[in-house]
């Protein structure tokens, strides 16, 4: 049971702006949402997380829906490095007992910019 | 500052070998993390150490021992390799501060068994 759905692949130009979409309509009211990309050959890379409010950071935004079912990553002027595989995560505290976090990864986005 | 470091970066097995993947990482962070990556698949959780001395299994723990030798080191071993354990394999250590969560990964192991 997929806990994220992403879309295969988009395409953007550079220099304009990109909505990398992402459900996750079982998410329980204490996981967090998480981003991560991946460029070839390399391990992910963190770009961005939140809980229930839009967060920004100097690399993108991140804009969460009001009932928390889907989530999406905007890259506000997307560059040729910005090409990459997205993946869209939800973090969920184990039980106590546990003392770890669980992470779901999904099959994620790639992303291919159009010079 | 290294980051998170990984051997070998490749490696090729026979059925049956065993062999242990390292990895560490300098960031004086307490929990790492190793997943498995199939081509075109995202990662899945193999195991994880919260903190040293401790070890638990993620969502596909099955044909893999783990050793959180100290606070840096965190290694993988595949007791008896199998066609189906070929995968990229990457180790992650995690920096938390109050509400703040990243996962730091390393460059990968690719491991092919025959």
Known sequence: DAKTTQPNSMESNEEEPVHLPCNHSTISGTDYIHWYRQLPSQGPEYVIHGLTSNVNNRMASLAIAEDRKSSTLILHRATLRDAAVYYCILRAELP???S???FYFG????????? | NAGVTQTPKFQVLKTGQSMTLQCAQDMNHNSMYWYRQDPGMGLRLIYYSASEGTTDKGEVPNGYNVSRLNKREFSLRLESAAPSQTSVYFCASIFTSGGYYEQ???PGTRLTVT
Do not use: E
């Open chain 1, 96 to 98: 106590r007992r546990f």
């Open chain 1, 100 to 102: 770890g976090n669980q």
């Open chain 1, 107 to 115: 099959t994620g986005t790639s992303l291919t910019v159009i010079p």
């Open chain 2, 104 to 106: 730091y990964f390393g």
